[in-house]
């Protein structure tokens, strides 16, 4: 029987899985994807908006060419943590359901696909269980016709398959201002629908694009390379074209080759609900979080413990410092348990 069982291995999960190996846990981290799975996914050479001190696992161990490190160097860094430490990580395995058939023992199923394509099923019992799931599982859409074409995206990765292809983002968010800004400096003909509050938003509390994203943002916009429309809704995407209406009413059809539809994304809190957890409205905008202990990230349900993305600590730096805090009080609660 494992101590502790972590799902998933991004920036939470490898901070909890270091420190309970340095408490001497009996403990597995069970991940669907790879190391570093949503780092993966983010646009091929992205630099990252936060600074070393913010997203390496040791002080002073992340070294980017740059003042911050870009998508690459920070998936390296991660990926020599797990080799470097040794950490008991089990990748392209995910957890389908979880039992609670009594205080203290959970037993967890998951399922894995091997190369060549063959399916595996295998169960753990643990003690404590630590959810850091992230929150990219389920990517919002615009539930509209047309949105299931393949030429639909929902995550931007690269922009070089549509150098003088007429490519829409639909989005306010640094992730739609990014993909854009990457999209028309690399030839893509590309228009950015945004609504009016998104586009004039300053608080950097609140969302804002980054300032380092609006200004070349802003100058591609200045010499005639991107086009904003400050719309209202998106109401049709075709095969060639798009149909939209924008701020004013106008409803206005564009020729359209690839759209990419980047309008935030959500945490699949199934499992959790499933084992009684509760849940809440949280302080990002739109987003679903678990209750939880403010100090303890326990949830309302004894021995299931939260940390990263999908709660209201969502950046990195924050996935990495809980489970330093939060892993010790679990350690503690399992001596307290044995004791008793
Ligand atoms: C494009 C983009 C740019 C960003 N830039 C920054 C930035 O510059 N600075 C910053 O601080 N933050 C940034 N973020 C946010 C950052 O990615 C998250 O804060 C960070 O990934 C949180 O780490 P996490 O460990 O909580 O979640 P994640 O990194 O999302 O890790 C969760 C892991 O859980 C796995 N998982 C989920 N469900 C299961 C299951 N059932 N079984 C097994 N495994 C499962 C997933 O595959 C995933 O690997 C950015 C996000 C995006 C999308």
Redesign the pocket.
């Known amino acids: 029987m494992k101590d502790l069982l972590i ?8 901070s909890a899985a270091d420190v309970a190996a340095r408490e001497g846990l009996d403990y597995l981290v ?5 190391i ?4 993966r ?3 091929v050479g ?1 630099t ?3 600074t070393p001190n ?2 390496e696992m040791r002080e002073g161990a992340l070294h980017p060419v740059r003042e911050k490190p870009t998508r690459e160097e920070l998936l390296s860094h991660y990926i020599h943590f797990v080799l470097d430490h040794d950490l008991h990580i089990n990748t392209g ?4 359901d979880i039992e609670l058939p009594e205080p203290d023992l959970f037993i967890v199923h ?1 399922k894995s696909v091997t190369f060549i394509g063959q399916e595996a099923h295998a169960t753990y019992r643990a003690r404590r269980i630590l959810f ?6 389920h990517p919002r859409r615009l539930n509209i016709p047309g949105e299931d074409l393949p030429k639909v995206y929902h995550r931007f990765v690269e922009p070089y398959p549509y150098v003088r292809r007429e490519a829409l983002v639909v989005g306010g968010g ?2 739609a201002a ?1 993909a854009a800004l990457f999209l028309s400096e690399e030839g893509a003909r590309t228009t950015m629908a945004i609504w009016r509050s998104d586009w004039e938003n300053r608080d950097p509390k609140a969302g804002a694009m980054k300032h380092w994203v609006r200004t070349p943002l802003e100058r591609e916009i200045d010499e005639g390379r991107l086009r904003v429309i400050l719309y209202q809704q998106i109401d049709e995407i075709r095969e060639r074209e798009v149909i939209l209406t924008t701020e004013t009413g106008e409803q206005l059809t564009i020729p359209n080759d690839v759209v990419f539809v980047l309008v935030g ?1 959500d945490a ?1 809190l199934t ?1 959790l609900r499933k084992l009684g957890v509760k849940t809440e409205p949280g302080r990002a905008l739109f987003s679903e979080v678990p209750t939880y202990d403010p100090e303890t990230f326990e949830t309302n349900v004894p021995g299931i413990y939260v ?4 709660t209201n600590a ?4 924050a ?1 990495i410092e809980v489970p330093r805090k939060v892993v010790p009080l679990i350690a503690q609660s399992l001596r307290v348990s044995v004791a008793r």
């Open positions: 799902i998933g291995a991004g920036p939470a999960g490898l069970i991940e669907k994807g790879t570093a799975n949503t780092i996914q983010y646009p992205r990252m908006f936060s913010e997203l395995e995910e957890v389908t998951t850091a799931i992230g929150a990219m599982e640094n992730s990014e994304s699949d499992l940390a990263g993305h999908f969502r950046h990195i730096k996935a």
